[in-house]
């Protein structure tokens, strides 16, 4: 039988929540294919890879971590991986896959780079449970087919230098589902913002606010450029620009349902109502 020891009243609940945090990471540990302990690195087989440490680097273009191999996961363990020092004119990307397959790359804190996580076209790819935070342009950009992005944190996205436009989450032919996107703002004169900008796919119950345009730039919480399904989302300006809470690109057949919009010029434009949609 197992040794267990007693953690007594009032250390009780930091002894459990130590101890489920410490559980978690040996549990995701052991099943690793192999480690990431510096940047910047190349994945260039197939597996499961994993952070174990936090990790940064002053590198202003290229990627910290470059995923060259299909069939790659990348499992951050809540581990940092940074890139604050290359400052706000770095062309840098945290991590990056081009025209890779079944793609994963899960509970990553991003900060610091012109884009955080950056998966360029091929497909099947999972993005999920992961922070951004403090990055120059985007938040997370996945190109591609049938893709996946849920239950990401993306935070105070902007600032780069020469950028001008940033968005929060930039997805093509994807389930979009729960994820928050929470401070994008413009520092170029007359540039505009995006919360999610959506090329086909479904976007489901996401979390817009404090999008700041500059100037006479505009600001769009969710911007549909392909038919899609935009369900059950909430989309709040922080009311220091005039801009739409959902766009759909004009002619197409994007449907709205049940979304709640506030602080906009134009709550939803282009996207055909289907019912329950409210603005304020």
Not at 95 to 113: D, E, L, W
Not at 141 to 149: A, P, T, Y
Not at 166 to 194: C, H, I, K, R
Request: contains cysteine; glycine residues 16%; proline residues 3%.
């Amino acid at each position: 039988m197992p040794t267990i020891l007693p953690c007594w009243a009032p250390l009780l609940l930091s002894c459990v929540l130590a101890g489920a945090s410490t559980g978690a990471r040996a549990e995701a540990s052991a099943t690793c294919t192999g480690f990431v302990d510096s940047v910047p690195a190349t994945i260039s087989a197939p597996g499961v890879w994993c952070l174990r440490r936090d990790l940064s680097t002053a590198i202003s273009e290229g990627a910290a971590i470059t995923i060259a191999a299909d069939g790659v996961a990348l499992h951050c363990n809540d581990f940092k991986l940074g890139g604050l020092a290359a400052g706000p004119s770095s062309r840098a990307t945290g991590i990056r896959a081009s025209s890779r397959r079944n793609t994963v790359v899960r509970r990553c804190t991003v900060r610091g780079f012109l884009i955080g996580i950056n998966l360029d076209n091929g497909g099947e790819h999972v993005v999920e449970d992961n922070r951004l935070d403090d990055n120059l342009y985007g938040g997370i950009r996945v190109n591609g087919e049938r893709n996946v992005v849920r239950r990401n944190r993306v935070h105070d996205t902007g600032g780069g230098t020469g950028q001008a436009s940033g968005y929060g989450l930039f997805v093509g032919d994807a389930e979009v589902v729960d994820n928050v996107v929470s401070g994008v703002f413009a520092v170029q004169p007359d540039a505009s913002t995006t919360g999610i900008t959506l090329f086909g796919g479904r976007a489901t119950g996401n979390r817009v606010r404090g999008l700041a345009a500059s100037g006479t730039g505009s600001a769009i919480g969710i911007l549909a450029n392909v038919a899609g399904r935009i369900s059950g989302n909430q989309v709040v300006s922080d009311g220091s620009t005039s801009g739409t809470g959902i766009l759909a690109t004009s002619g197409g057949d994007a449907q709205c349902r049940d979304n709640l919009v506030g602080g906009f010029a134009t709550p939803i434009a282009n996207c055909a109502d289907i019912g329950g949609n409210s603005s304020f």
